[in-house]
Each structure stands twice: as structure tokens, then as C-alpha cells.
């Protein structure tokens, strides 16, 4: 016959339960810093879209008139910034390039402040082209996202 093996009732608290509380309250961190930013991208790229569609739906009148333009400019850019794009220097554009392409954009920087390190600079560029192949065409949109962070200062810098 064989004897029952007694094993020891494991504690409550162990290796294994704090690893998975500090991996669950780092990324419960992480995601508090990071969401904000990318859901202001996110809905900075929505108001993108909602701002062309209102060009593309009425392009012959827009083209026609430049202080249309610059009406829909203003409310892009007043939406912008309700949506907490608040940066000073940020940039807002409605270039017509001609009457088949027309760009709409935003630059402007978020800042990502992390414990225990300096504040770091995300750059957002972001554009939504659209073009036709001709007058009385379907426009077509396409979205470009030029994101990025600044280079370090202290890396070296390569010559070529």
C-alpha cells in the first residue's frame, strides 16, 4: 500500500501573486499615462475625416469660395481643440493644391510624463489627403500619421 502524500497548503502571498499584482499595477499605470494621449490622436484623426467629408460633400461651393475654407478651417481648428488639442504652437492646415487634391492636417506635441523620469515630447503630424481622378469623381481619402519623437540630444549625431 501506498502512503497519501501531504502536501503543504500554499500561503496566500507568494512570488508568484506579487509578480502578478505589480505587472497588473505597472500596466494599469502605463495605461493611464498613454490612453489620454492616444485617444486625442484618435479623435484628432475623427475630426480630420468629419472635416473632409464636409469639403468633399460640398467641393464645387468650397473651390468656389475661399472664405469657405477658411470658415471650415476654423471650425476644424475649434473642434481641435475642444477635443484637448491645447498646444500653443500647434499647426492646422486646409491646403487646396488644386481642384482634384486637397489636404487637411494637424501637428501640435503631447507630452508623456512618466515617474521618476523627464517629461518626453510626442510629436503628432497628422494628414488626411484627398484626392479624384477628375471633376464629378468620387474622392478618395487616405490618411497619413508622420508621429514621432524627438532624437535624443546626447546621442551622437552620423555625418553621412
Known amino acids: 500500500m501506498s502512503d497519501s502524500v501531504q502536501y503543504k497548503k500554499p500561503r496566500k502571498l507568494n512570488i508568484v501573486v506579487i ?3 505589480a505587472a497588473l499595477v505597472i500596466g494599469v499605470y502605463l495605461a493611464w499615462v498613454y490612453l489620454p494621449v492616444s485617444m486625442r490622436k484618435g479623435e484628432a484623426m475623427r475630426v480630420l475625416d468629419e472635416t473632409s467629408s464636409t469639403f468633399t460633400g460640398q467641393a464645387s461651393r468650397m473651390l468656389a469660395d475661399k ?3 477658411k470658415k471650415l478651417l476654423s471650425t476644424m481648428t475649434s473642434d481641435l481643440q475642444t477635443i484637448g488639442v491645447d498646444d500653443p504652437q500647434a499647426e492646422f492646415w486646409i491646403e487646396v493644391d488644386n481642384d482634384d487634391q486637397v489636404r487637411f492636417g494637424v501637428l501640435y506635441s503631447d507630452w508623456v510624463e512618466l ?4 517629461p518626453r515630447e510626442v510629436i503628432h503630424e497628422l494628414e488626411l489627403l484627398c484626392t479624384r481622378p477628375g471633376r464629378g469623381s468620387g474622392w478618395t481619402c487616405e490618411t497619413r500619421d508622420f508621429t514621432s519623437e524627438p532624437e535624443a540630444e546626447d546621442q551622437p549625431v552620423d555625418p553621412g
Open 19 to 21: 509578480g502578478i499584482l
Open 67 to 69: 472664405n469657405q475654407v
Open 115 to 118: 515617474a521618476f523620469t523627464e
